[in-house]
């Protein structure tokens, strides 16, 4: 089993920027997929980006193109999340998740992922 620690929430100024960490722990050799998604008081949770444990390969949502990047350090089994030019409407509780599924649903599914981190919250006062 895979365990997941995120990190590095706050509260930030519109236009500032944010690093979340995901810190993987344990059976980290089944993970093909990382993904970071999100989730805004009386809203579902929404795809943010993906990238593949073994290549690098990366998706985003649309409202992270250009903003966020994600990365991944496989020898120090971390995913982040860098944030620039956040939004008011960034406001969210972070999720960073893995998946173990090779092929079948699309990796902004939120159905595709096993593992789940606790979650960090991330403030962009308006």
């Known amino acids: 089993q895979v365990q997941l620690v995120e990190s590095g929430g706050g509260m930030v100024q519109a236009g500032g920027s944010l690093r979340l960490s995901c810190l993987a722990s344990?059976?980290?050799?089944?993970?093909?997929?990382m993904g970071w998604f999100r989730q805004a008081p009386g809203k579902d949770r929404e795809f943010v980006a993906a990238?593949?444990?073994?290549?690098?390969?990366?998706s985003y949502a649309d409202s992270a193109k250009g903003r966020f990047t994600i990365n991944r350090d496989s020898a120090k089994n971390t995913v982040d999340l860098r944030m620039d030019g956040l939004k008011p409407e960034d406001t969210a509780v972070y999720y960073c998740?893995?998946?173990?599924?090779?092929?079948?649903?699309?990796?902004?599914?939120?159905?595709?992922?096993?593992?789940w981190g606790q979650g960090a919250q991330v403030t962009v006062p308006s």
């Open positions: 998740a893995a998946s173990s599924l090779r092929y079948g649903r699309t990796w902004n599914d939120p159905l595709r992922y096993d593992v």
């Open positions: 344990g059976r980290t050799v089944s993970v093909y997929v």
């Open positions: 990238i593949s444990w073994s290549s690098g390969v990366t």
